[in-house]
């Protein structure tokens, strides 16, 4: 979903959003946004999303 709505971000303004409360102010996520999990979800400056448990360590 969160991956669905930077795109959409991306298409609509023609920049990256920089946060996940960026995507929220403009209405792109609700206000209350999370993982079932309760993981929180970043955005790199690319506009990957970035799950911390799922992100490769060295």
């Given at each position: 979903m969160v991956e669905g709505q930077v795109q959409a971000y991306k298409m609509d303004t023609k920049k990256i959003p920089v946060s996940?409360?960026?995507?929220?102010e403009n209405e792109y996520l609700?206000?209350?946004a999370k993982c079932p999990d309760g993981t929180e979800l970043t955005i790199d400056a690319?506009?990957?999303?970035?799950n911390p448990k799922l992100?490769?360590?060295p």
């Open positions: 996940l409360a960026e995507l929220m609700p206000a209350d690319e506009g990957k999303v970035i992100a490769k360590q």
